[in-house]
């Protein structure tokens, strides 16, 4: 099952008009629609509604460990009219990272997302990490998420509006810029639930986990962090091997962490 999530009615608008989606009455306190394999959620802008929304929608499948979860919508930033694909999302209230899975790759540049519960100010969007976007609601979206699927089934993908200029931002504005890439981004999800269906690039990602997991004197908590790392330097056409055998041997669970926490920040900043 496909599940978009959207903050605005607006954002949403076009997607169920491509995907003849019908409103759904059996959730009396969720605005959902309905497809064929298909949900949509308008959860309503912040990321505390935005959280209680997936956390209701999620808990209500009978299988959600195996839907492909897509949050599509606006944000503000630079480039106006710019569709990113979203590769890691900063917390601008906790100052935490998250990082949805890439190894299944499109064709639209990818970007940082910061989130914060009050809306940007100001035009500044770079800090030492570099360029970014912002918006109201995906790091609550990926944190509840997550809980429920595998990094890989966690797709974002942002269109810049405005300069932080949220007063901008009409309903027919914000219609006729999703409606712009809509099909686009269904293509993607689409051809994405078709690789998450054959699962085997994982195989080759599983097999080094299982390898350097050992090496690396991994704790559970470790080695999924090693396991994401893995699958991110995959997508990007990274040698894991090289990658890793220059830190070997590892003697101890402390040095592991270090590496772990080394080969992260310079995949950040490759």
Not at 2 to 9: G, L, R
Not at 14 to 25: G, Q, T
Not at 61 to 69: K, Q, S, V
Not at 216 to 234: D, E, F, K, Q, V
């Amino acid at each position: 099952m496909i599940v978009y999530i959207m903050a605005m009615k607006c954002e949403a608008e076009p997607f169920i008009n491509r995907l003849m989606l019908k409103r759904d009455p059996s959730y009396t306190n969720l605005e959902v629609y309905l497809g064929d394999d298909i949900r949509l959620c308008v959860t309503g802008m912040g990321k505390i509604d935005a959280a209680s929304a997936v956390s209701q929608l999620l808990s209500s499948l009978p299988d959600p460990e195996n839907a492909l979860i897509v949050n599509a919508g606006t944000c503000a930033g630079r480039s106006q009219g710019t569709l990113y694909r979203i590769n890691r999302i900063y917390d601008s209230d906790s100052s935490k990272d998250q990082y949805p899975d890439l190894i299944y790759k499109t064709d639209y540049p990818e970007m940082c997302l910061h989130t914060s519960d009050s809306y940007k100010t100001d035009d500044c969007f770079e800090d030492e990490m570099g360029e970014f976007v912002c918006d109201m609601e995906g790091s609550a979206i990926i944190r509840v998420a997550s809980s429920f699927v595998s990094p890989d089934r966690i797709l974002m993908f942002k269109i810049v509006s405005d300069l932080a200029e949220p007063e901008l931002v009409t309903y027919e504005y914000c219609v006729e810029l999703i409606g712009r890439y809509t099909d686009n981004i269904i293509e993607a999800v689409n051809r994405i639930k078709s690789g998450l269906i054959s699962r085997d690039p994982y195989e080759q990602a599983d097999m080094l986990c299982e390898k350097y997991a050992s090496e690396l004197h991994c704790t559970g908590y470790m080695t999924n962090a090693l396991s994401r790392i893995i699958r991110y330097a995959l997508s990007e056409g990274i040698d894991v091997d090289n990658m890793l055998t220059p830190y070997l041997p590892v003697l101890s669970k402390k040095e592991g962490k270090e590496v772990l926490s080394d080969v992260e920040r310079k995949l950040i900043l490759r």
